[in-house]
């Protein structure tokens, strides 16, 4: 079966650029310790909530990235892999011997843009109006699952998607990867129990810029909830796991963005494509391992939820 699958363009490069320019540092944190600073939201008011009560999610606020379903890295990208119940949101990675696409590893991406990144405006629900704010504190609780080679993510992309982007300065945009639970512990023992966060600047190309942190050690991470957070200022980026501050960037990749970013909640299946445009799970074109795991090494009768409790995002009071 060969259904040709529209190949989205890439993003949530997440630590994959990190580590192949060899910049990212490998320290192990808790979350938590003594002398952490705590989130303090004194002055700032709610300007959007998303609770996922009910059976759908609210197509007001939320799209499917692209207008057709298709490959993602090294699987696919489908609309039912995403599913609200029990006043939980849940975007679910899994092997599918008959997909759509056919046998392959299949996941799927909600996000509050307009425009796609890969510019498509058609594929969102009538009466889509998106979400997106400059600067505030935005807040998800979830769960991550235990998958070796695929990751959940909350993260945040510019409404320009760095058309018309101008090298050397983030202001003008930046993918700001607010968590990634990227797991490969059987290639990197680092990254088992433990999440990171990411700027990424200029695009996709040659002018991509990226910094990513250490690693945050997080209790209990694939059984339990926890909050992952971004305080964005003018003039900085601090990022909190459970209410605590775990890492702070001030004009460390470019510049602190001045203009509106969407949201966006995903599961990644790591992966190449091969000439072909058909996903390669778990390797890059080349045969080599993706960097954070094979993901065909994971139990494939099992599904992998990531589960939403919530979205909250602030904005600090004029
Ligand atoms: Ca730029």
Redesign the pocket.
Known sequence: MAIKAKLFAGTALALTFCMAMGGCASNVHKVGGFGAKELDLTGYELTFEDNFDGDSFNTEYWRYPYAEEGVRKGGYWVNDAVSVRDGNLYITTDYREDGKFGPGWYSGCIETSVETYGGDETGAAEGHKGFSQTYGYFEVRCKVPEVVGSWAAFWMMPDNN?KD??????????EIDIFESADAYLTNNRMHNSVTHAIH???YGE?LKSLGSDYYYVKDLYDDYHTYGLLWTPEEYVFYVDGYETWRTKDKV?TVAQVSHYLMLSMEVGGGTDDDGNPIPGKDKDGNVWWCGDVTTNDKTKKYDFVVDYVRVYQKQA
């Open positions: 760095f982007d101008t090298f050397g300065t983030g202001e003008d945009g930046a600047i200029d695009g002018e470019g």
